[in-house]
């Protein structure tokens, strides 16, 4: 029988995958839309159009996380840190979805967009196990 503070972590925890999944939805579809649009419209190729989504939905992603979906974890004074350790786990999947979106304009008939989406999709696993074990994982000062 799992102890009552085992219970609330667990349950804590469960929570905290659950914004965060939100939070990933509203940022993914930020980047998507930023990104489709730019592309659809014809103001920018694939490319750039993705550099452009990606940098409105970090925004969106690192704000939504930090005061929500880690919440539990923020520390005084660690906005700074966790930032600077979020932009790099996102820009790890930023990596990793520009080498498959690259892949998929080089190897693929599909359409430029499908490919878009797809190499958008992705990343969100990689980033939670980042985020919750490093970004925003802060132990407390020793007094």
Request: charge should be positive; glycine fraction near 6%.
């Amino acid at each position: 029988m799992a102890s009552e503070a085992t219970r609330q972590k667990l349950k804590t925890e469960t929570a905290a995958a659950g914004k965060f999944a939100i939070i990933g939805v509203i940022a993914t579809l930020t980047h998507a839309s930023v990104a489709s649009y730019l592309l659809e419209a014809g103001t920018l190729s694939a490319f750039p159009a993705n550099i452009f989504g990606f940098l409105v939905a970090f925004s969106v992603s690192f704000s939504g996380h930090y005061y929500w979906s880690f919440s539990h974890l923020r520390r005084d004074g660690t906005a700074l840190k966790s930032m600077r350790r979020f932009l790099i786990i996102s820009l790890s999947g930023f990596l990793l979805n520009s080498t498959v979106l690259a892949l998929w304009l080089q190897f693929t008939p599909w359409p430029d967009l499908f490919g878009l989406l797809f190499s958008i999709a992705i990343v969100p696993a990689f980033t939670f196990v980042g985020a919750r074990l490093w970004a925003f994982s802060h132990r407390q000062a020793e007094p």
